[in-house]
């Protein structure tokens, strides 16, 4: 079962909107939790890092919030572009490994229409 | 400007062939790791380094191998394609710090035919 799981799956929204997508996780232990942005056929793009004791971070128009006692993250995005359109993939990391293991959701796929 | 390189971005090869993704990055960084994805799925680790002549496998078993004999340098080798490695392939780096500097490339889609 995926440790990761995000949604909605897909979600479309017109030009000049606001958005939230969610993501709740079961990761443990925590250390941080990280939203990408991957573009079609592209890498994923960092957006936001947040870690345990951080509950929320902006990027321009982009701002997570964690909430590291019930599991749960958002991705907040105000004024939605065309060039929003993406995956919005949420990623966390334990703490338990030197290699800081990272946990992969499926992605929200966000599609913003004219 | 992405720091970290692949290439080719896309490769349609037939079966049997051997191949080899291309995966460069100039920050440095010691570990590097390789992802396969597949539409609509989640990242799966098949291979990562913590430094050169470091490598073993990730989560996800894959019939390919990797190399590191230079810092910037992690690519990844098939040595017999099948349609079953269709896929898109994602090469990343990190700092020693696990917590920032995680960078991905723009990946390579490969198909099989």
């Known amino acids: 079962k995926n440790q990761v799981e995000q949604s909605p799956q897909s979600l479309i929204i017109l030009e000049g909107k606001n958005c939230t997508l969610q993501?709740?996780?079961?990761?443990?232990?925590?250390?941080?939790l990280r939203w990408y942005k991957q573009d079609t056929g592209r890498g994923p793009v960092s957006l936001t890092i947040m870690t345990f004791s951080e509950n929320t971070k902006s990027n321009g128009r982009y701002t997570a919030t964690l909430d590291a006692d019930t599991k749960q993250s958002s991705l907040h995005i105000t004024a939605s572009q065309l060039s929003d359109s993406a995956s919005y993939i949420c990623?966390?990391?334990?703490?338990?490994?030197?290699?800081?293991?990272?946990?992969f959701g499926r992605g929200t796929q966000l599609t913003v229409w004219p | 400007e992405a720091d970290i390189y692949q290439t080719p971005r896309y490769l349609v090869i037939g079966t049997g062939k051997k191949i080899t993704l291309e995966c460069s990055q100039t920050m440095g960084h010691d570990k590097m790791y390789w992802y396969q994805q597949d539409p609509g799925m989640e990242l799966h680790l098949i291979h990562y380094s913590y430094g050169v002549n470091s490598t073993e496998k990730g989560d996800l078993s894959s019939e390919s191998t990797v190399s590191r004999i230079r810092t910037e340098h992690f690519p990844l080798t098939l040595e017999s394609a099948r349609p079953s490695h269709t896929s898109q392939y994602l090469c990343?780096?990190?700092?020693?710090?696990?917590?920032?500097?995680?960078?991905f490339g723009s990946g390579t889609r490969l198909t099989v035919v």
């Open positions: 993501c709740n996780y079961t990761v443990s232990p925590f250390s941080n």
């Open positions: 990343a780096s990190s700092e020693s710090d696990r917590i920032y500097g995680y960078t």
């Open positions: 990623v966390v990391s334990d703490r338990g490994s030197t290699l800081g293991r990272l946990y």
